[in-house]
């Protein structure tokens, strides 16, 4: 059984720092693409960013050149470093795994961007 369970949210300043973490458990993790989603209160759910097994990254034009995301395979873990974060970046984060066959989500976690 995929469980992914998501760490590191919460409340931060304007300008601050957070990075997030994933950690997966239940299937073979560097085979697949891991990503970070997010949905603020009344919006759709929207990618933030993947990276795929080959360590190819994409981003929302939102978050290019303040987010980062990486993946440790040894630890079967994947990152999301937010630096810079504006009040629009307040959601909830999810954390997804995806192949051709699977399709997982983490139960999320909250952050908030507020002075």
């Known amino acids: 059984q995929v469980r992914l369970v998501e760490s590191g949210g919460g409340l931060v300043q304007p300008g601050g720092s957070l990075r997030l973490s994933c950690a997966a458990s239940?299937?073979?993790?560097?085979?697949?693409?891991m990503g970070w989603y997010r949905q603020a209160p009344g919006k759709q759910r929207e990618l933030v960013a993947d990276?795929?097994?080959?360590?190819?990254?994409r981003y929302a034009d939102s978050v290019k050149g303040r987010f980062t995301i990486s993946r440790d395979n040894a630890k079967n873990t994947v990152f999301l470093q937010m630096n810079s974060l504006k009040p629009e970046d307040t959601a909830v984060y999810y954390c997804?795994?995806?192949?051709?066959?699977?399709?997982?989500w983490g139960p999320g976690t909250q952050v908030t961007v507020s002075s």
């Open positions: 990276i795929n097994s080959g360590g190819i990254t």
């Open positions: 997804n795994e995806r192949g051709t066959y699977i399709d997982y």
């Open positions: 239940g299937s073979v993790f560097s085979l697949y693409t």
